[in-house]
């Protein structure tokens, strides 16, 4: 497996999530929902309608 990609539905967001091999992201479609926060590891980001958050995979090791 190299990519998955969802939708879901997450305090009125419609996300898309792609995940591969070295990031995440995360974008929000546009709505009036309040933002919400994403993490990864133990980084916080504020996700906010239309908008679109990226999060770097550490490579080269198994996953923990």
Known sequence: ???LDMRI???G???DLKLTG???E???HESSA??????SKDEIRVLRSDTTQIFPLE???PAT
């Open 1 to 3: 497996l190299t990519r």
């Open 9 to 11: 539905r997450y305090r």
């Open 34 to 39: 309040a933002p919400i926060r994403v993490q």
């Open 59 to 61: 490579t080269g090791g």
């Open 13 to 15: 967001h419609t996300l």
């Open 22 to 24: 070295d990031a995440l």
């Open 26 to 28: 995360v974008r929000s």
